[in-house]
C-alpha cells in the first residue's frame, strides 16, 4: 500500500501526517474538527482594536513518569509491564520523546529498550508498520534508516497506557 502525504497551513495551524490513506484523512478530519472550533485571534492593530488571546501557552499538567521509566543514554526502559508488546513500544516511544526529546527514534533504540524491559521481540519494525497502519506512527526513511515518530493520536494513546500503568502500581 503506497503512503500517502499531506501537509497544509491553515493560518497559525499546521498539519503534517504521512501513512495509509485512510489513516491520513481521519487525522486531517480531526485536526480541522479541533482548528474550527478554535476562535479566531485579531493582532493589536486590528481595526476593531480588540486585543489578542494571552500568548502564553498554557502547559498541559505534567505526568510523574519516573516510576515506571528507567534511563541510560540513549537507552530508555519500562519497568512496569503494560498489558501487550505493542504498548510497551508505545511506552518507549513515549520514553524517548519525554526524556530524550527524542522525537524520532531509531528501530535500535526502541528495540533496545524494549530488551532492557524484558521482551525478546525480535523483529520490532512488525509491531510498529502495525501500529502504523493505525496511526499512531509515523515511519520516514528506508531500510535500517528508518524512524519512528508517534503522532498526535499515538502520542495521546502512549499517555493513556503511561496513566493507566501508573495507576496499577502501588
Known amino acids: 500500500m503506497a503512503d500517502y502525504k499531506l501537509k497544509i497551513k491553515v493560518g497559525e495551524h499546521e498539519f503534517e501526517a504521512e501513512g495509509p490513506e485512510e489513516a491520513v484523512k481521519s487525522q486531517f478530519d480531526a485536526f480541522r474538527d479541533l482548528i474550527s472550533g478554535l476562535p479566531s485571534t485579531k493582532k493589536e492593530n486590528s481595526p476593531t482594536g480588540t486585543l489578542p488571546v494571552s500568548e502564553t501557552p498554557i502547559s498541559p ?37 519525554h ?15 524494549m530488551v532492557q524491559s524484558g521482551y525478546r521481540t525480535p523483529r520490532i519494525d512488525r509491531i510498529l508498520s502495525g501500529l502504523s497502519d493505525e496511526g499512531a ?34
Open 99 to 113: 526524556y530524550r526529546n527524542n522525537d524520532n527514534a531509531t528501530g535500535s533504540e526502541i528495540i533496545d529498550g
Open 61 to 97: 499538567p505534567t505526568l510523574n513518569v519516573d516510576k515506571i521509566f528507567r534511563t541510560e543514554g540513549r537507552l530508555i526502559s519500562i519497568t512496569a509491564p503494560p498489558a501487550s508488546e505493542t504498548d510497551a513500544v508505545l511506552m518507549i516511544l513515549f520514553g524517548q520523546r
Open 137 to 170: 506512527v509515523i515511519i520516514t526513511g528506508a531500510h535500517r534508516g528508518k524512524r519512528y515518530r508517534l503522532t498526535n493520536q499515538g502520542h495521546t494513546r502512549a499517555e493513556t497506557i503511561v496513566k493507566e500503568t501508573l495507576g496499577k502500581l502501588p
